[in-house]
């Protein structure tokens, strides 16, 4: 919280220089003219400048079985590709970078995390015939993490995966199956997988540098619209597609099966955004989400009020 109220501070002088003007010196190559934003007083500085989050490129993995930092409750992001080895991408190191850019056999992915709306999505990096590497703008839009590619420098919105200002404007990232989960249950279930390194960045990993957030009662950088049938903004919520099922749903159900998908849930993974040390934040469980088939379905799970602001006309699945 003493890190939130610094950046609080920010919110000013974020909001006055929600004019494309004024970031062209910083944004030379992006395209200003192009884009889908009609309010540009959505965009916020974060705090850092470009790149002040670090992105990551060429991590380096070590066998599951070597790592001896990670505490068994520690979320991690698992990527599974088809004939390859599962690896776990830790929050410990996502918190400090949210932007991985990574290459999994032939394939290019990017694991990002926006510890704000608590969104964990994983991506294909290859668009028009070419492959886009990712960094962190500094830049917030209902609170939520806007990424730019270095080739382009275009702007995207992290949550929906979609370019919002710049050459590549209404171009849709793939999402690609990924999920978060203990470091217990990706051991537990991938003794043979791989896990990403430590980076070797100057950083706190492993403690949560936004300690209470998920206990708060608004979010933070956020003005839009609470989340409607009194769904606490904060609650984390499962969004397949334009749908969502509450926590609170799935943990007291465990398994849910509707609108063809299958939601199940179990106890052992600690809140990222909880207490001031990662591996001790309370239990909030971890979820898979299959197609009745039995295949992992691309999703993810984020607080209430993130997936009102980027799906307003979204189902809300209730009891």
């Not at 974060?46 to 070590?62: E, M, N, R, V």
């Given at each position: 919280m003493r890190v939130i109220a610094t950046l609080a501070a920010m919110v000013f002088a974020g909001s006055v220089a929600a004019d494309p003007g004024f970031w062209k010196h910083?944004?030379?190559?992006?395209?200003?003219?192009?884009?889908?934003?009609?309010?540009?007083?959505?965009?916020?500085?974060?705090?850092?400048?470009?790149?002040?989050?670090?992105?990551?490129?060429?991590?380096?993995?070590?066998?599951?079985?070597?790592?001896?930092?990670i505490q068994p409750s520690e979320p991690v992001?698992?990527?599974?590709?088809?004939?390859?080895?599962?690896?776990a991408y830790p929050i410990r190191y996502l918190t400090w970078h949210e932007i991985v850019n990574d290459q999994i056999g032939d394939l290019p992915v990017a694991v990002t995390f926006c510890?704000?709306?608590?969104?964990?999505?994983?991506?294909?990096?290859?668009v028009q015939g070419r492959v886009l590497s990712f960094g962190v703008s500094g830049k917030l839009r209902k609170s939520d993490m806007v990424m730019y590619d270095r080739e382009t420098e275009s702007w995207w919105q992290q949550a929906i995966g979609e370019g919002i200002v710049g050459e590549m404007t209404g171009v849709e990232l793939d999402t690609l199956p990924s999920w978060m989960e203990s470091w217990a249950q990706f051991t537990a279930r991938n003794p043979d997988g791989l896990v990403m390194a430590e980076p070797p960045w100057n950083r706190p990993y492993g403690r949560?540098?936004?300690?209470?957030?998920?206990?708060?009662?608004?979010?933070?950088?956020?003005?839009?619209?609470?989340?409607?049938h009194d769904i606490p903004?904060?609650?984390?919520?499962?969004?397949?597609?334009d749908r969502a099922w509450t926590m609170a749903r799935?943990?007291?159900?465990?398994?849910?099966?509707?609108?063809?998908v299958v939601l199940s849930w179990k106890p052992g993974q600690a809140s990222a955004l909880d207490t001031d040390s990662i591996a001790k934040g309370r239990d909030?469980?971890?979820?898979?989400?299959?197609?009745?088939?039995?295949?992992?379905?691309?999703?993810?799970v984020m607080f209430a009020f993130a997936f009102h602001a980027f799906w307003p006309e979204g189902t809300w699945m209730l009891n």
């Open positions: 910083e944004w030379p190559k992006t395209d200003f003219a192009q884009t889908s934003i009609t309010n540009w007083v959505e965009i916020m500085s974060g705090g850092p400048p470009k790149d002040g989050i670090p992105a990551l490129s060429d991590p380096q993995f070590i066998e599951a079985a070597q790592e001896q930092r992001i698992t990527v599974k590709i088809e004939g390859e080895r599962p690896r510890p704000l709306c608590n969104s964990g999505i994983t991506f294909d990096r290859r949560n540098p936004y300690r209470g957030y998920d206990s708060s009662h608004r979010p933070f950088l956020y003005s839009g619209e609470m989340p409607p903004p904060l609650m984390r919520v499962v969004r397949v597609g799935l943990a007291k159900e465990q398994e849910i099966s509707e609108a063809g909030v469980g971890s979820v898979r989400v299959k197609d009745g088939q039995g295949r992992d379905l691309p999703h993810d």
